[in-house]
């Protein structure tokens, strides 16, 4: 009976908490600004139409509310490998090399994500010195700009765990449908 589980199926229950915790924090956060985005557009759009009164810096806080809602889910998406795909060549890949070209693809993203996370942290160091905000609400954006550098980072390590989940050949899909569920 236990020759016919999974190799991992032990560690599922831990690995679906690790998913859940993951999931928590990085979609989480997205749903909730998503959801003040809304509400927000909601009365911006009331407030001008119906009083005449637009909300003062409604268009600053949706570039920065749509930037932390991108970047929020990003390392979740990335672990998931639920970025939009073209599978054209994949009926032609063997499954040893199919293998091979998604640990590539997932490290030549981690080394993209880590050139993402290294640039944007020092983008938000020169805000901060300069003292960059937006015009009207004067919200810094040094902190925003670090905000994305850290996911993108985490997003990177990510990627770079699904390469390296690749090359060893392990099967995460016991791990991610008990997370699903």
């Known amino acids: ?45 009331f407030g001008r139409e119906v009083l005449a009164a637009p909300l003062d810096g409604a268009t600053e806080l949706t570039r920065l509310m749509l930037g932390i809602i991108v970047f929020g889910v990003l ?14 060549l994949d009926p032609f890949f063997p499954p040893r090399a199919a293998r091979i070209r998604e640990a590539l693809l997932n490290l030549v993203c981690a080394v993209a994500l880590s050139a993402v996370c290294w640039r944007v942290w020092f983008v938000g160091v020169d805000q901060l010195e300069y003292g960059d905000a937006t015009e009207f ?13 850290v996911l993108s980072g985490i997003a990177a390590a990510a990627t770079l765990l699904n390469a390296v989940e690749h090359i060893l050949g392990r099967d995460r899909t016991v791990a991610q449908d008990s997370a699903i569920t």
Do not use: K
């Open 75 to 88: 390392p979740a998406v990335s672990r998931r490998e639920d970025h939009v795909t073209v599978d054209l």
């Open 137 to 149: 609400l004067r919200i810094p954006l040094g902190p925003v700009s670090w905000f994305i550098a």
């Open 1 to 45: 009976m236990a020759d016919d589980l999974p190799p991992n199926f032990a560690d599922a229950p831990r690995a679906r908490v690790r998913n859940i915790l993951f999931r928590a924090a990085t979609e989480g956060v997205s749903a909730v600004v998503l959801f003040v985005l809304m509400a927000m557009t909601c009365v911006d759009v």
